[in-house]
């Protein structure tokens, strides 16, 4: 290579000035881990013939060259920006665009070639939806009943609760918006959360109220979010069980009973886990802003939603929950505060509800007065529990006994 084109380099330039002359006349250049010899061939040869043109190079060689005028160029040499248009051009598929990104990352590239790399990333889609368009998604799926959609939905609000809490919060706030919408008003109305259908048997008619196409999807995506964010169970779970009907002349159809029924079960089931369970899945579990599962919000928030279920009239769908007495079991293992304010709430349910749930289990695992309110409450339908529930209650009123002799009750 000529010492007229070694000058023209920063590199060479400093070691070819007089201060710095090498011995022997012999210039040693030791090439960075990853460079070859033919890409710093090819790189003098576009210098001793600048108006040549470029062949077609594999985008391993150009990255090569590049990294190699980065040391030798100044930023702003013209050659850089041919390197770098070289280097667009041998680009063809996403692999090669990861390549361009890893490459910028782990090395010092030039402006120009960091620009590039910028230009070339993928954006996200999760990061081009706005929360219009995302209600919009929402509602589409609650009257269309969309499985494609509903699950696009539920991707890209995982993949959006993963940025930071403030995108949580816009989450919450879309569910939230889909969900104010409420059931049904009267027989036309569309866009709610569910659908009034006259039905006839003969010469009887009824008007029957059913979920809307999309709203076991609905549900689905909302309690997937509260249980991997149980700071916003309080606020969004009451609204996933509005009050039906809200004609007394209305029938709920027993598939709107099951639907909820389902739904409550999965919320239940899933409090006061190490993880989301099977409600929440492995996208959203490794969410860095889902936060520490709280006991606290977890509380609150299933007393606030037990509260909602029974003023809306929704009672029926605790009768018999084995799912319910198990999540009370489970929080007394977890936090006095969050089972004495779930007891507090079930205390508000009549006392054939509470009987038909409550376990010698559940008894055993609450402590202190919350056991003793639960069985002041089912001790008028004693004679319906189970055997093993009316030995823990006999229990608890044995433990009244002191160890002096009660004196004798006077006839």
């Known amino acids: 290579?000529?010492?007229?084109?070694?000058?023209?380099?920063?590199?060479?330039?400093?070691?070819?000035?007089?201060?710095?002359?090498?011995?022997?006349?012999?210039?040693?250049?030791?090439?960075?881990?990853?460079?070859?010899?033919?890409?710093?061939?090819?790189?003098?040869?576009?210098?001793?013939?600048?108006?040549?043109?470029?062949?077609?190079?594999?985008?391993?060689?150009?990255?090569?060259?590049?990294?190699?005028?980065?040391?030798?160029?100044?930023?702003?040499?013209?050659?850089?920006?041919?390197?770098?248009?070289?280097?667009?051009?041998?680009?063809?598929?996403?692999?090669?665009?990861?390549?361009?990104?890893?490459?910028?990352?782990?090395?010092?590239?030039?402006?120009?070639?960091?620009?590039?790399?910028?230009?070339?990333?993928?954006?996200?889609?999760?990061?081009?939806?706005?929360?219009?368009?995302?209600?919009?998604?929402?509602?589409?799926?609650?009257?269309?009943?969309?499985?494609?959609?509903?699950?696009?939905?539920?991707?890209?609000?995982?993949?959006?609760?993963?940025?930071?809490?403030?995108?949580?919060?816009?989450?919450?706030?879309?569910?939230?918006?889909?969900?104010?919408?409420?059931?049904?008003?009267?027989?036309?109305t569309s866009n709610k959360l569910t659908l009034v259908q006259s039905e006839s048997a003969g010469r009887w008619s009824e008007w029957v109220e059913r979920p809307a196409p999309g709203l076991q999807h609905v549900l689905h995506i909302s309690s997937h979010f509260i249980l991997t964010h149980p700071e916003y169970l309080s606020t969004l779970a009451p609204l996933m069980f509005p009050k039906f009907p809200v004609n007394a002349s209305w029938t709920r159809s027993a598939l709107l009973t099951e639907l909820l029924k389902r739904t409550i079960r999965s919320i239940l089931d899933n409090c006061f886990t190490d993880s989301g369970g099977a409600a929440s899945s492995t996208a959203s579990s490794k969410s860095p802003h889902a936060g520490r599962r709280s006991s606290a919000d977890e509380g609150e928030g299933l007393s606030g939603l037990v509260c909602a279920v029974i003023a809306n009239g929704h009672e029926d769908l605790f009768h018999g929950n084995a799912s319910l007495a198990a999540a009370v079991g489970r929080a007394a293992t977890v936090s006095a505060a969050a089972v004495a304010s779930l007891c507090s709430a079930l205390l508000k349910l009549k006392g054939a509800t509470l009987s038909s749930f409550v376990t010698s289990n559940m008894l055993r695992?609450?402590?202190?007065?919350?056991?003793?309110?639960?069985?002041?409450?089912?001790?008028?339908?004693?004679?319906?529990?189970?055997?093993?529930?009316?030995?823990?209650?006999?229990?608890?009123?044995?433990?009244?006994?002191?160890?002096?002799?009660?004196?004798?009750s006077k006839a």
């Open 1 to 188: 290579v000529s010492a007229a084109v070694l000058r023209s380099m920063p590199y060479f330039s400093a070691r070819l000035s007089d201060r710095w002359s090498e011995q022997d006349g012999v210039l040693y250049v030791r090439l960075p881990e990853g460079c070859t010899v033919a890409a710093l061939t090819l790189l003098f040869e576009r210098l001793l013939f600048p108006a040549g043109h470029w062949p077609n190079v594999e985008l391993d060689l150009v990255l090569q060259m590049v990294q190699l005028a980065g040391m030798f160029l100044a930023d702003g040499d013209g050659l850089l920006e041919e390197l770098t248009q070289l280097l667009h051009r041998s680009v063809r598929c996403q692999q090669d665009i990861d390549a361009v990104s890893a490459f910028v990352a782990r090395v010092e590239a030039p402006a120009c070639v960091a620009q590039l790399a910028q230009n070339l990333a993928r954006r996200r889609l999760s990061t081009m939806l706005g929360d219009s368009e995302l209600t919009a998604m929402l509602k589409s799926v609650l009257s269309s009943g969309d499985k494609s959609t509903a699950l696009a939905v539920e991707k890209i609000l995982a993949q959006r609760s993963r940025r930071d809490a403030e995108s949580v919060k816009r989450n919450a706030s879309v569910l939230q918006n889909v969900l104010q919408v409420g059931p049904a008003t009267d027989s036309s």
């Open 365 to 408: 695992s609450i402590v202190g007065p919350s056991r003793q309110q639960l069985c002041l409450a089912i001790l008028p339908k004693m004679h319906t529990l189970s055997t093993e529930v009316k030995l823990a209650v006999l229990a608890e009123i044995d433990a009244d006994d002191s160890d002096q002799e009660c004196p004798p």
